[in-house]
C-alpha cells in the first residue's frame, strides 16, 4: 500500500466515527494532517502539503457522493413492522458488514442511504417472526454494475438479523457468475473464505470481509466458491435446519438440476420442519432464466417451475428479484396460477426502483451528447478481418489495427495509474468479439503474441533516452497513442515511459468461458494481493451479471436489437472513480446507437416511476403501464419470436415521442414520402398560421384531418412498430374526441450549410437546407437506420411553446439535461408533428440521396406515468417478420456455446 493510499484510508477511519453529514472540508483536512503525522513517527515519511491537499482532495471527493432512496411502489395490504420490532432485533450482522463497508473506501452517504433502503425493503418483507402461512414477492430494480450485490448482501444481513433461518441467493446460469457471488457472499456475510472452511489452518487465516471485523458467530453455508449444491454434497450432508444455530446460506445457479438437489435435500431431510423456518429467497438477474414464457395452456419453462416449487416448499417465504432490466418481469400475469408449482413471480407485494450514486458512470453518461465523459471511440467497419457476423470454425489471421490500438491504451491507462499512486489497483480490459469459445481462444492466441511483442519492446527500450527509446516502432506508436488520448491526463511522457515496463509486465490473458484454456476470473487478495492486471476475453460469459474489477478498456464487436442484452453486455457501467478519464470503449456505431436510444428510454422510465408513485400506483398499476410503454413491442417480439405468429399489444401514446429513425431506402418509397411530406406542408400553409418563433417553419393549429392523411401517405419501415399506421391513426382520432383536433407543424431544416452536401431544397414553395446525418448502419429489410436512434435534435420538442412555458418547464425538471419529453408534460400544448429532409451521409461523407430522404416524429403531449392510461391503442407485433429478420441473432444472445450450466 502506497503512504498516500494509507493515510486516506487512516483519515477516512478517523472521520467513520462521525455523522456523514457533519463532515467539511476543514475536518477532513484536519484528520488527513493527523494520519499524516501518525505516518510520519510510524514509518519515518516526510509528507507534502502537496500530498495532504491531494488526498483530502479524494477524501472530500468520497465524502460528497449521494444516493436518494429511490421510488417504491406497495402493495395495499402492505402492513410496517419493522420499526415495531427494531428494538428487539441485535444488529450483529449488518452492524460488521457496515463496518467492512466503512473500510472499503464506500462512500459515507452512500452507506447511510444503503441502510435506509434495505430497512424499507426488508420492511416490505414480512416479519419472520410471523407465524401462520404467508409468502411475499417482490422486485428491486437497479443499474447495470451500480451496486445490487451489495445492496441484497445488505437485505441477507438484516434477514439474518430480523430471523430468517434459510437464505438462498439465485447467481444468475454461469459458474462464473456464481462463483464471483459466493465470493463477495464471503466477505459480506460470512466472513470466511467458503473455499478453505476445510483447511486444516488456522481460523485467521481464512477470514475474509466482514470476518476479519468480528467472527463470534457466522452464517452455515452449503455452497463455497469451488462447489455448487449438488447430489454428492446432498448425499453428504445429514444434518437438519433445527440443528442449525445460526442461518442457512446457499449461493446457487440458477439450473434445473441443482435446484432439483437442493429441493429434494430439503424435502427429505426436513420433512416435517420447513414450516418453522422462514426463507428468504433472492433472485439475482431476476429476468434471465427465471422468467415462464411458455404459453399459458403449456408446461412452464424448467428454472421457472423448480423456483416456484422451492417457495412452496416454505410456509413462511420472501422472493426478491434484482435485475436492471424489468421489463421481462412484468410482462408475468399477476393472475397466473399453477396447481403443481404454485402462483409465478409477478412482485405483487412491493416494486422499489434504486436510484444510482451520482458517482455512478451509467448509459447516460457514456452515451449521451452532451456527456462530460469522452470515452466512447466508433470502430470502423472490420468486416474484411473480423465480421460481426461469423461461424464456429473463423480463424482470424491477425487483430484488427484497432484492437491494438485498444490494447496500448489499457497498457498507458495502467501507467497513468500507477504514476496516480494506485499500484494496487486491479485493472482490466474487456475483449467480446465472439460467442464462440473456439473463436475466442484463437483472439486469446492473437493477443497474447502482441502483448509478448509489447512487453520485449518496452522492456528493452523503456530506460534509454527518449529520442532512442522512439526508433522502435513499437514505443513511437504507444507515444502517438499518448499524445492522441492521453496528453491532459496530468502525466508527462518521460514520466509514463520511466514507469511502462511496471505497467505491462503484469498483464495477463485469459479466457471467461466453458473451454479447457479457460481461468476463472479471480480478484481475491489472498491470490492477488497487489491486484490483478488481465486483460479478458469471452462471450456471453462477459455479458451478464459478471464484474470486471477496474476496467478501464473495452474491445466491443457485438451487435443486437434487444434492449436486455446490450444492457447486460455493458460491463463498463460502473464507478471509475479517480480513472474515468482513462477509460475507453471501442465499439461499431449502431451499437452505440442502440445504447443511446436504451439510455433515453430507461431514463423516460425512471421518470415515468416517480410519477407513478406520486399517483399512489400499486405494484399491478406499475405492471400495466410498463408494459403499456412502446418498447414493449420489441420485448415481445423477442419473448414469441419462435412462434412466428402475429400478437396484439395494447400501447399507451400519452407524453410519447414516436419517430421515423429506421427508413426504407427504395427509390418509390422515398418519393411517396417525400410527397407526403410535400403534401402536409401545403396543407399546413393554408389551414394552420404560421407563427413566428426560433423555428422558420412552425404553423400552429393545423386541423388533425390533414396529419390524419400524411400518416396514411407515409410509409414506414417494419421494424418500427411503433409507429404503425393505424393505432398511430387510432390515437389522432382519441385525441380529436378530447377537443384535441389541433397540432403544431414544423418543418425542421439547419439555418446554414455547414458543410457539403444535396444542398437546399424547395418543399411547398418552403426553403429547405437539409440535415447532414451519417449513415454507417446496415439495416434488415432494405432499411437504413439513424444515429442514436433518433431524428429529431436536442430542443426541437420546444416548437410551438412560449418562452414562459419553456421556462417553467425547465425549472420543473430536476435534471442537468433537461430532456425534451419535459415539453411533453406542458398544459394545453398542441400534439406535434415534425416533418424532416435529410441529406444522409455514408462513411466516406458522400450523400446518398439527391433530393435527401424524409422522416417525421410525433410528440403525444401528456406526462406519461403520472396516471393510469386514459387510452390504449392495439399494435400488431407481426412476428413472421420479425423471426425471418432477427431469430438467427436472437438464438446467437440465447446459446450457450460458452460455458456449461449444468
Known amino acids: 500500500m502506497t503512504t498516500l493510499t494509507a493515510i486516506e484510508d487512516m483519515a477516512a477511519n478517523l472521520l467513520s466515527v462521525q ?10 483536512r484536519e484528520a488527513v494532517h493527523l494520519a499524516a503525522k501518525n505516518m510520519c513517527v510510524m514509518y519515518n515519511e516526510e509528507v507534502s502539503e502537496a500530498d495532504i491537499s491531494c488526498v483530502s482532495k479524494r477524501l472530500e471527493e468520497r465524502f460528497d457522493i449521494r444516493m436518494s432512496l429511490g421510488t417504491l411502489f406497495a402493495a395495499e395490504h402492505y402492513k410496517p413492522w419493522l420499526d415495531d420490532a427494531r428494538g428487539d ?29 434495505t430497512d424499507q425493503i426488508l420492511d416490505h418483507l414480512e416479519n419472520p417472526e410471523k407465524t401462520g402461512s404467508w409468502n411475499i414477492k417482490g422486485m428491486v430494480v437497479g443499474n447495470v454494475q451500480s451496486g445490487k450485490t451489495a445492496n441484497y448482501i445488505g437485505l441477507m444481513c438484516k434477514a ?52 476479519k471485523k468480528n467472527i463470534d458467530r457466522r452464517p452455515t453455508s452449503l455452497t463455497t466458491t469451488k462447489q455448487d449444491f449438488n447430489t454428492h454434497t ?5 444434518m437438519t435446519l433445527d440443528q442449525l444455530n445460526e442461518p442457512l446460506v446457499l449461493v446457487i445457479k440458477k439450473h434445473k438440476g441443482t435446484l432439483d438437489n437442493l429441493i429434494r435435500w430439503l424435502k ?25 414464457t411458455n404459453k399459458p395452456d403449456e408446461v412452464v419453462t424448467a428454472i421457472n417451475g423448480k423456483i416456484r416449487e422451492l417457495r412452496r416448499l416454505f410456509e413462511r417465504s420472501s422472493y426478491v428479484g434484482y435485475t436492471a432490466t424489468p421489463f421481462a418481469n412484468i410482462f408475468i400475469d399477476p393472475d397466473t396460477n399453477d396447481e403443481m408449482v404454485g402462483d409465478d ?70 501507467a497513468i495509474r500507477l504514476l496516480r499512486g494506485e499500484s494496487r489497483a486491479h485493472n482490466s480490459m474487456m475483449i467480446n468479439v465472439s460467442r464462440f469459445t473456439s473463436v475466442q481462444t484463437k483472439v486469446r492466441l492473437l493477443v497474447e503474441d502482441y502483448l509478448r511483442n509489447l512487453q520485449q519492446a518496452i522492456s528493452n527500450h523503456f530506460k534509454l533516452p527518449e529520442t532512442d527509446a522512439l526508433r522502435n516502432s513499437e514505443m513511437a506508436g504507444i507515444r502517438a497513442l499518448w499524445e492522441k488520448e492521453f496528453l491532459t491526463a496530468g502525466q508527462t511522457w518521460a514520466n509514463i515511459q520511466d514507469v511502462l515496463k511496471d505497467a505491462v509486465s503484469p498483464i495477463g490473458v485469459i479466457e471467461v468461458n466453458s473451454s479447457p484454456t479457460a481461468e476463472p476470473l479471480d480478484y481475491s487478495e489472498r491470490n492477488y494481493p497487489n491486484g490483478r492486471n488481465v486483460i479478458a476475453i469471452g462471450g456471453f460469459s462477459l455479458s451478464r451479471g459478471l464484474t470486471l474489477e477496474g476496467l478501464t478498456v473495452t474491445y466491443f464487436l457485438r451487435n443486437s436489437v434487444m434492449y436486455d442484452t446490450l444492457m447486460q453486455m455493458g460491463r463498463w457501467f460502473g464507478y471509475r472513480d479517480g480513472y474515468a478519464d482513462l477509460c475507453r470503449i471501442y465499439m461499431m456505431p449502431e451499437a452505440a446507437s442502440w445504447y443511446t436510444h436504451i439510455s433515453d428510454v430507461m431514463e423516460e422510465l425512471r421518470d415515468e416511476f416517480r410519477r407513478m408513485k406520486a399517483a399512489g400506483m400499486s405494484p399491478s398499476d406499475f405492471g400495466l403501464c410498463v408494459r403499456c410503454h412502446p418498447t414493449s413491442l420489441i420485448v415481445t417480439a423477442r419473448n414469441k419470436m419462435r412462434t412466428g405468429h402475429r400478437v ?12 421515423t429513425w429506421i427508413l426504407l431506402k427504395d427509390a418509390n418509397t422515398i418519393n411517396q414520402n417525400l410527397a407526403a411530406v410535400k403534401a402536409m406542408v401545403s396543407a399546413a400553409k393554408e389551414h394552420g398560421r404560421k407563427t413566428t418563433s426560433n423555428f422558420e417553419y412552425l404553423w400552429k393549429d393545423v386541423p388533425a384531418e390533414y396529419v390524419l392523411n400524411f400518416v396514411e401517405d407515409f410509409r414506414n419501415h417494419w421494424a418500427l412498430p411503433d409507429m404503425q399506421k393505424a393505432p398511430l391513426k387510432d390515437y389522432v382520432q382519441w385525441l380529436v374526441s378530447q377537443q384535441k383536433d389541433r397540432w403544431d407543424v414544423v418543418l425542421v431544416g439547419l439555418k446554414e450549410q455547414k458543410q457539403p452536401g444535396i444542398g437546399s431544397q424547395i418543399i411547398s414553395g418552403c426553403k429547405v437546407i437539409p440535415q447532414v446525418r451519417k449513415i454507417n448502419m446496415k439495416y434488415p429489410g432494405n432499411g437504413i437506420a439513424l444515429p442514436n436512434s433518433r431524428v429529431a435534435s436536442r430542443g426541437l420538442e420546444k416548437a410551438g411553446l412560449s418562452e414562459e412555458e419553456i421556462r417553467k418547464a425547465e425549472i420543473d425538471c430536476e435534471s442537468k439535461n433537461k430532456p425534451d419529453r419535459i415539453y411533453r408534460g406542458v398544459e394545453g400544448r398542441n400534439p406535434l ?7 444522409c451521409h455514408d462513411n466516406d461523407d458522400r450523400p446518398l440521396f439527391s433530393d435527401g430522404i424524409a422522416a417525421y416524429g410525433i410528440s403525444f403531449p401528456g406526462q406519461a406515468g403520472s396516471r393510469m392510461p386514459e387510452k390504449l391503442v392495439e399494435y400488431v407485433v407481426d412476428l413472421v417478420w420479425w423471426k425471418n429478420e432477427y431469430l438467427s441473432l436472437i438464438e446467437e444472445e440465447g446459446d450457450d456455446d460458452e460455458e456449461s450450466m449444468g
Open 19 to 28: 455523522d456523514p453529514s457533519t463532515v467539511t472540508s476543514l475536518r477532513i
Open 234 to 238: 446432498a448425499r453428504q450432508i445429514s
Open 89 to 117: 432485533i441485535r444488529w450483529y450482522y449488518w452492524d460488521r458488514y457496515k463496518r467492512a463497508l466503512d473500510g472499503s473506501r464506500f462512500p459515507p452517504n452512500v452507506i447511510r442511504s444503503m441502510n435506509s433502503i
Open 833 to 839: 408533428l415534425m416533418l424532416h429532409i435529410l441529406d
Open 648 to 659: 396484439l399489444r395494447q400501447i399507451n401514446l400519452e407524453g410519447r415521442l414516436e419517430e
Open 345 to 414: 413471480l409477478f412482485p405483487s407485494d412491493f416494486i422499489h426502483s434504486l436510484d444510482p450514486p451520482d458517482n455512478y458512470i451509467g448509459p447516460s453518461k457514456v452515451f449521451n451528447d452532451e456527456s462530460d465523459l469522452d470515452i466512447l471511440r466508433q470502430l470502423p467497419d472490420t468486416e474484411d478481418v473480423f465480421p460481426i457476423k461469423h461461424k464456429i470454425d473463423f480463424t482470424p489471421s491477425d487483430l484488427p489495427p484497432r484492437l491494438k490500438e485498444a490494447i496500448q491504451c489499457f497498457i498507458l491507462s495502467r
Open 268 to 292: 427429505y431431510n426436513n420433512p416435517h420442519n420447513l414450516k418453522d423456518h422462514p426463507m428468504l429467497l433472492i433472485d439475482d438477474e431476476a429476468d434471465h432464466a427465471s422468467i415462464n
Open 160 to 211: 439474518a438479523d430480523s430471523g430468517y433461518r434459510v437464505i438462498i441467493v439465485l447467481a444468475g446460469i454461469l459458474n462464473s457468475l456464481r462463483n464471483q457471488t459466493q465470493e463477495r457472499v464471503d466477505a459480506g456475510f460470512i466472513g470466511i473464505d467458503s473455499s478453505r472452511i476445510l483447511e486444516n489452518a488456522p481460523l485467521s487465516d481464512k477470514l475474509v470481509g466482514v470476518g
